[in-house]
């Protein structure tokens, strides 16, 4: 149990255009989600939290207007980068938070390698 | 600002001997810590993890110390199996006022030679 998947696993597109990601959390319900970007040969970076029917916490330096971020249902959350940018290249990773304490454990998806040429 | 460090960005073992990966942090607030380990182009998988009212916790190959007073915990792999070529990340969670989110170190390349 406890599987979580990306879609797409990967993408390219042209710089300006937007894109999205979807994070779903396949045999739980997930009432908060987590957006992670990692470049190459780096630490994940928390970019974003996402709580079911709220609006997501955003971190410090992140674009919340580039970074759209939806969390519409207990299994489906989705980060759209809108306008994007070559410097927006980077791998994005999602989690699904299993519980609703801190502690509770979190499963992470596959991965989204985003190219903007 | 970096508040979790993992100093070594690579180790080599060989197989059946001790892999031991360190990790130190700056922030006391922090009391819950983790290890997952990550495949190329895959999404990190949770290993173990301890709570500050502990100095060790034990799964199995994998176990997890933890010196509150140095700030630095490590992960012990023992005996250490090729297939466990990966990278380890340690993160660390902060409760007091805290959603959840985790800090990662830069991660450690362990590879287990045959």
């Known amino acids: 149990g406890a599987v979580v998947s990306q879609h797409p696993s990967w993408v390219i597109c042209k710089s300006g255009t937007s894109v999205k990601i979807e994070c779903r959390s396949l045999?739980?319900?997930?009432?908060?989600m987590f957006w992670y970007r990692q470049f190459p040969k780096q630490s994940l970076m928390l970019m974003a939290t996402?709580?079911?029917?709220?609006?997501?916490?955003?971190e410090q330096g992140v674009e919340k207007d580039k970074f759209l971020i939806n969390h519409a249902s207990l299994t489906l959350s989705t980060l759209t980068v809108t306008s994007a940018h070559p410097e927006d290249s980077s791998f994005y990773i999602c989690?699904?938070?299993?519980?609703?304490?801190?502690?509770?454990?979190?499963?992470f998806g596959p991965g989204t390698r985003l190219t903007v040429l | 600002d970096q508040q979790v460090k993992q100093n070594s960005p690579s180790l080599s073992v060989q197989e059946g001997r001790i892999s031991i990966l360190n990790c130190d942090y700056t922030?006391?607030?922090?009391?819950?810590f983790l290890w997952y380990k990550k495949y190329p182009a895959e999404g990190p998988t949770f290993l173990i993890s301890?709570?500050?009212?502990?100095d060790k916790n034990e799964d199995g190959r994998f176990t997890v110390f933890l010196n509150k007073s140095a700030k630095h915990l490590s992960l012990h792999i023992v005996p250490s199996q090729p297939g466990d070529s990966a990278v380890y990340f340690c993160?660390?969670?902060?409760?007091?006022?805290?959603?959840?989110?985790?800090?990662f170190g830069q991660g450690t390349t362990l590879q287990v030679k045959p």
């Open positions: 301890i709570s500050s009212i502990k």
């Open positions: 922030n006391s607030m922090f009391d819950y």
């Open positions: 996402s709580n079911e029917g709220s609006k997501a916490t955003y």
């Open positions: 989690s699904a938070r299993r519980g609703t304490s801190s502690t509770d454990t979190q499963y």
């Open positions: 993160a660390a969670l902060g409760l007091g006022g805290n959603t959840g989110k985790l800090i």
């Open positions: 045999d739980f319900q997930a009432t908060t």
